[in-house]
């Protein structure tokens, strides 16, 4: 029997969470050419919805990619409780959370360069060119402060994509996840959340795409099996999830430290036509919310009504309706 498909849209809003806001904000701005919009405190209500203590405070801002509103990346900061990072060695074989944000630019080498010597930022390996499927790109994943992983994706073939200028970053379009099993994570979003499979692929017996992008080392970039998928309520690959198992070696899982008021990216968000419509055609399929609905100011976009789930690996996904407000960010 085939499943219904999803009435929800691509993810439009990644949380992440920081130690401060400044110093996570700055290469963004920087060297991805986006705006950040003004600091506010986070609303007692989220903080509430989130599990945290009437001591626990915060701020957040908003950084918004060229061109738009969607894809953007809220950071915000909890005071008055302790915080650890949720991914604290970041390695590809670690399990649990959400792992990195996928960016288009003109220019990889250049930009990756400029946030090694602007901003102090490292990588899992160098940039490198490669071909894999349709895909012929040359990237990086970029480490920054705070757990914060891009992978800087730069098309060498155009396909229509419309690239910001001067190197900028696009909005993020893509997210991934490190999962233990990954015919258990498919089977939560596509079975259970009724998303579509945008494409599933195993890796075996060849080096990694330029043999170090995710930093494995040699030779077990050649002999590791990788499992790889990417799903979207849609069946788009903007706004997506990719999903990926590292088979052959074994790290910690970090899926049970994905909760406020942890540091490191912390949530994806979700717009939905009618919230309630949505949390009850989740809980008619037997998906627990992790997070019941609730209202509260959206900083920049208005008021939302919102719920919140946990994926088998911890990642926080989040499906927001906005109330009778059009976004306030400007577009």
Same mark, same amino acid.
């Given at each position: ?11 439009? @809003? ?40 009437? @001591? ?22 909890? +005071?008055?409780?302790?915080? @650890? ?51 012929? =790109?040359?990237? /990086? ?27 900028? *970053? ?11 099993? #990954? ?19 195993? $890796?075996?017996? /060849? ?5 170090? $992008? ?13 499992? $790889?998928?990417?799903?979207?309520? @849609? ?6 999830? +990719?999903?990926?198992?590292? $088979? ?47 209202? *509260?100011?959206?900083?920049? #976009? ?26 306030? =960010?400007?577009?």
């Amino acid at each position: 029997m085939t499943e219904p498909a999803s009435p929800v849209s691509g993810f439009d @809003e990644l949380v992440f969470s920081v130690f401060d806001i400044d110093r996570a904000s700055a290469a963004m701005v920087d060297v991805g050419g986006w705006q950040r919009h003004p600091t506010a405190p986070l609303p007692r209500c989220q903080l509430t919805a989130w599990g945290l203590p009437e @001591e626990a405070t915060g701020s957040q801002a908003l950084l918004v990619p060229p061109g738009g509103i969607r894809g953007r990346l809220r950071l915000v900061s909890f +005071e008055g409780v302790p915080r @650890e990072l949720i991914r604290p060695s970041q390695r590809v074989w670690d399990s649990g959370g959400i792992f990195d944000i996928d960016l288009f630019t003109s220019d990889v080498r250049s930009r990756y360069r400029a946030l090694q010597a602007r901003h102090g930022w490292t990588g899992l390996g160098e940039p490198v060119d490669y071909v894999i499927g349709p895909f012929d =790109v040359t990237q /990086v994943v970029a480490v920054g402060p705070d757990g914060l992983m891009l992978a800087l994706i730069e098309p060498r073939v155009k396909d229509g994509i419309d690239l910001p200028a001067d190197g900028a *970053f696009s909005r993020a379009f893509n997210s991934t996840q490190l999962v233990r099993d #990954m015919d258990a994570a498919l089977d939560f979003y596509c079975r259970r959340l009724g998303w579509r499979q945008v494409m599933r692929d195993e $890796v075996v017996d /060849v080096a990694e795409p330029g043999a170090n $992008v995710l930093g494995l080392p040699m030779p077990h970039a050649v002999t590791t099996r990788r499992r $790889v998928a990417i799903v979207h309520p @849609e069946g788009l690959n903007d706004g997506s999830v +990719e999903l990926m198992q590292i $088979v052959d070696m074994t790290g910690e899982d970090h899926g049970a430290r994905c909760v406020p008021p942890n540091v490191g990216l912390l949530a994806l968000r979700f717009p939905v036509a009618d919230a309630r419509a949505e949390a009850r055609r989740l809980a008619d399929a037997g998906v627990d919310l992790a997070r019941p609905l609730h209202r *509260f100011d959206m900083h920049g #976009m208005g008021e939302v009504l919102s719920f919140g789930l946990r994926s088998p690996d911890g990642a926080i996904l989040e499906f927001y309706e906005l109330l009778g407000q059009s976004a306030s =960010v400007a577009t």
